[in-house]
């Protein structure tokens, strides 16, 4: 086991990872920023809509209007680039933070793992000294110069990727995704178009292979990147897994070169070093024996123990939850769950009066974009923030005490679609709750 | 101890990987169950969709000479005469507009020919201009001011052409007293209504010749793909069917207040035999007409036989309750609201089995944002 002491964590090693790791985050979020820009996104997931799903507990984090989301996305780029050139480091990690945590809040539809990861990383950085070396901030004021750091502030990154990659190893290890190679089976046929490969996409072997191999991957990279004699292998895999993602499924976006960038922090300080020479022509000083020291380290530590004992409870918040975790989706978000099942939805809704006389019929593409629609069919939560929604819309509309009945079929990784919840509960009195939401259906495997 | 477990670890992810080979070495001669979606693609080009815009220009054709005849010599007999070319013709319509896709987009045939008002819209007043309106006011302005452009991309400039158009001028309330006064300039926007339409077909028509290629050669399922398009195109046609064709002017969004003056060509009066030759067309497509080359097929080829015959009987049961509802429509979905009603229920549950279990299996994607997961 890692002995986890003082003397260990605190050690001063080189500060070259979170050198290289804050130049790659910054650039890797720049582009990020600009691609979807460039795609259109920002006006058709946050300005067109004209409804959002909020997360509960901050419907305050509402859109700002075109300008306004275009200056929150251009106050990411550039904070991104000032990120990345070490340009008021710590302002700017703070900024970044807030504005892209704001945006990713704005919509629950929207929510991807590499966004709660790049919000988590954002969050980590502002607290790390990555600007002391290789930075504009040191060069305006070279006295805070810095070559060496506290172990622990190269070794949260490196929790964090262990976090990312250990529960998405533990999350695939079900029935569906070892046993049956969902949803591999499903979605490798829909690949046979591509050069080589393509031709092999039909057979179910390679389902299974994808699905062990990815599989034992997540469970056992992070083992192979810490040890110094397996880390090269280690890092070979990285490229061979995400650059394989990528192909496969390019609709999965930056995730794959966020991780591949990211995964290089497992490597020495020493390694480091020779990288930043080589792309920079500068040497690290020697001379620059002083070890960064933290002001109020007490209160850091407990921020941080804090933090880790959190990223490693929120994970398995699912087992509190009865039935199964894919079918209630209770507990599935913010837990690594990476193209883990093919889920797929048809949500009717019905609004009656009070006296249940009046009978109207949603149409959900009134409200919904295509996104939020597929989103909202399949995940509890999301069905009863919009419910809610109706509920009021309608009210609005003349309809006294709307009540909201949704028919919802839901097919999960190639069973026939089924009911999901009770249709005849009227959702708009049905309050949010971190308990289990007695009106989804229980899953029943057999058709 | 920890290097120990790694390279048990190490060993086992060998092992693993081997034992695959070995079991695809076993059964796999490869590709058994292989599926030619260049094949289905190629045959779904030629066999289905050419030929029927080939067909459409032909009654366009067809509809543009009767509607000649018509405006030479206005009466009742060529009335007759141009509302069967009409029907022809609309009937023909419903046979490609599934393939709402390509040359088919580019040009704009469903928003011109038969704007449906778009399946986003509130359908809870009469007086607004959703679902099958015809926008007479439009269409009278733009015949005595003689000012109008028909390639507007805009709401009322949709819904005073086309079929909508069609409707009124030629088959609306005394549309053949209408003629008489200012004459010259609605027999001319009349003939601008045709011809667009002719315009349009006739585009496609050549387009396809070019972008057959692209569509056959192209096998992804994600957002534009062909394969994409047509099984988003069934689920669009569905949501069509269950809003403005049918559930919608049946007063399923307006507590049960019908409105049956928005049905699909209303003074035509042949909403029903529409909808039911849209499902039928829509179910020829899904069985690429039992050729063995079309979706069906290819979900037995992924062991899914299943959901193939699912589907197909449900569209059978579809067509067959659609069949239960006489023309004209309008009067129907008031005098009949029961047989009205099963078959808006059967309608839901198709809808439901392509949106879910077809999009599901075939890998289908609905959206261009990242994904990652469902």
Same mark, same amino acid.
């Given at each position: ?53 909020? =997360? ?10 075109? %300008? ?15 990120? *990345? ?25 929207? =929510? ?16 790390? %000294? ?160 002083? %070890? ?5 380290? @007490? ?52 609004? @009656? ?33 919009? *419910? ?7 009210? @609005? ?37 971190? @308990? ?5 259906? %229980? ?5 | ?14 092992? !693993? ?63 007759? $005469? ?11 319509? !419903? ?22 008002? $778009? ?17 007479? !006011? ?31 001028l030629f088959f609306g309330p005394n549309a053949i007293q209408k003629f008489n006064s200012n004459t010259v300039s609605r027999v001319k926007y009349a003939k601008d209504v045709v011809n667009r339409i002719k315009t349009l077909v006739d585009k496609i028509n050549i387009d396809w010749t070019a972008y057959r290629t692209e569509f056959v050669s192209n096998t992804k399922t994600n957002v534009g793909s062909p394969i994409g398009n047509m099984i988003n195109g069934m689920a669009y046609d569905l949501d069509v069917l269950k809003g403005p064709r049918i559930g919608w002017p049946f007063g399923k969004q307006s507590n049960g207040i019908a409105f049956p003056a928005k049905v699909e060509a209303f003074f035509a009066g042949n909403a029903a035999a529409l909808a039911q030759e849209s499902m039928r067309n829509l179910k020829k497509i899904f069985t690429a007409n039992g050729s063995g080359k079309g979706f069906a097929d290819y979900l037995k080829s992924l062991n899914r036989e299943d959901l193939a015959n699912q589907l197909t009987a449900q569209f059978d049961l579809v067509i067959t309750k659609l069949e239960a ?8 979905? !008031? ?40």
């Amino acid at each position: 086991m890692m002995a986890i002491n003082r003397q260990a964590w605190e050690k001063p090693v080189s500060i070259a990872p979170l050198i290289t790791f804050r130049i790659a985050f910054g650039l890797l979020m720049f582009v990020s920023t600009l691609r979807f820009w460039w795609r259109g996104w920002v006006d058709t997931v946050y300005v067109s809509p004209t409804f959002h799903f909020t =997360y509960w507990g901050f419907e305050w984090v509402q859109p700002l209007g075109k %300008p306004g989301m275009y200056l929150l996305f251009s106050i990411i780029a550039l904070t991104a680039l000032m990120i *990345a050139a070490g340009f008021l480091y710590r302002v700017a990690s703070v900024l970044f933070f807030i504005c892209f945590t704001y945006v990713e809040l704005i919509d629950v539809t929207t =929510y991807l793992n590499h966004y709660y990861f790049i919000s988590l990383v954002a969050f980590i950085m502002i607290w790390l %000294p990555a600007n002391r070396l290789y930075s504009l901030d040191v060069l305006i004021k070279p006295g805070r110069r810095r070559s060496l750091v506290p172990a622990w502030t190269i070794g949260l990154i490196r929790f964090q990727l262990g976090v990312v990659y250990f529960f998405a190893g533990l999350a695939k290890l079900n029935p569906d995704w070892l046993i049956d190679a969902q949803p591999m089976k499903t979605w490798l046929p829909a690949k046979s178009h591509l050069p080589i490969v393509g031709a092999f996409m039909y057979n179910e072997w390679v389902a299974y292979l994808f699905s062990w191999f990815g599989a034992l991957y997540d469970l056992l990279i992070v083992f192979f990147l810490l040890n110094k004699r397996t880390r090269w292998w280690g890092y070979g895999f990285v490229l061979i897994f995400h650059l394989a993602t990528s192909i496969f499924f390019p609709g999965i976006g930056l995730f794959p070169y966020v991780m591949i960038v990211s995964s290089l922090v497992f490597f020495s300080g020493s390694f480091h070093q020779r990288l930043l020479f080589f792309l920079t022509g500068k040497k690290v000083e020697a001379e620059l024996s002083t %070890p960064y020291a933290f002001t109020y380290k @007490k209160a850091l530590y407990a921020i941080m123990g804090g933090y880790v004992i959190l990223q490693c409870f929120i994970p398995c918040r699912f087992l509190l939850y009865p039935d199964r975790l894919f079918w209630n989706e209770e507990g599935y978000r913010f837990s690594w769950r990476v193209m883990l099942m093919e889920k797929a939805g048809a949500a009717y809704f019905k609004i @009656k009066d009070r006296a249940g006389k009046q009978f109207y019929e949603v149409n959900n593409a009134e409200f919904l974009t295509p996104l939020q629609e597929k989103m909202m069919s399949t995940q509890p939560d999301l069905i009863l923030r919009y *419910a809610h929604f109706l509920a009021s819309t309608y009210a @609005k509309r003349g309809v006294t005490q709307p009540r909201v009945y949704g028919e919802i079929y839901v097919t999960l990784n190639g069973a026939g679609s089924r009911l999901f919840i009770d249709s005849s509960v009227n959702l708009a009195a049905e309050p949010f709750s971190w @308990k289990h939401y007695h009106w989804i259906l %229980p899953y029943k495997a057999a058709n | 101890m920890k290097r120990t477990i790694l390279r048990s670890l190490a060993v086992l992810a060998l092992t !693993t990987g081997v034992f695959c080979n070995k079991s695809a070495d076993g059964e796999g001669d490869g590709n058994d169950k292989g599926f030619d979606k260049t094949g289905m693609l190629t045959n779904y080009a030629d066999q289905l969709i050419i030929p029927a815009y080939a067909l459409l220009q032909e009654k366009v054709n067809n509809f543009q000479a009767l509607a000649n005849t018509f405006l030479e010599t206005r009466n009742t007999a060529n009335q007759q $005469g141009l509302l069967e070319g009409y029907k022809q013709l609309h009937l023909q319509y !419903t046979r490609v507009e599934a393939y709402n896709l390509g040359p088919a987009v580019v040009a704009g045939l469903e928003v011109y020919l038969n704007y449906n008002g $778009g399946i986003d819209y509130n359908f809870a007043t009469n007086g607004e201009l959703v679902g099958f309106s015809i926008d007479s !006011t439009t269409i009278e302005n733009n015949i005595s001011s003689g000012n109008y452009d028909l390639t507007q991309y805009v709401r009322n400039s949709f819904y005073a052409q086309g079929f909508a158009a069609i409707n009124y001028l030629f088959f609306g309330p005394n549309a053949i007293q209408k003629f008489n006064s200012n004459t010259v300039s609605r027999v001319k926007y009349a003939k601008d209504v045709v011809n667009r339409i002719k315009t349009l077909v006739d585009k496609i028509n050549i387009d396809w010749t070019a972008y057959r290629t692209e569509f056959v050669s192209n096998t992804k399922t994600n957002v534009g793909s062909p394969i994409g398009n047509m099984i988003n195109g069934m689920a669009y046609d569905l949501d069509v069917l269950k809003g403005p064709r049918i559930g919608w002017p049946f007063g399923k969004q307006s507590n049960g207040i019908a409105f049956p003056a928005k049905v699909e060509a209303f003074f035509a009066g042949n909403a029903a035999a529409l909808a039911q030759e849209s499902m039928r067309n829509l179910k020829k497509i899904f069985t690429a007409n039992g050729s063995g080359k079309g979706f069906a097929d290819y979900l037995k080829s992924l062991n899914r036989e299943d959901l193939a015959n699912q589907l197909t009987a449900q569209f059978d049961l579809v067509i067959t309750k659609l069949e239960a509802l006489p023309d004209p429509l309008s009067t129907t979905i !008031t005098a009949q609201p029961a047989k009205v009603e099963e078959a808006y229920k059967e309608i839901q549950k198709l809808l439901t089995l392509i949106k879910t279990d077809l999009a599901s299996a075939t890998g289908v994607q609905i959206t261009f944002m990242d994904n990652d997961g469902d």
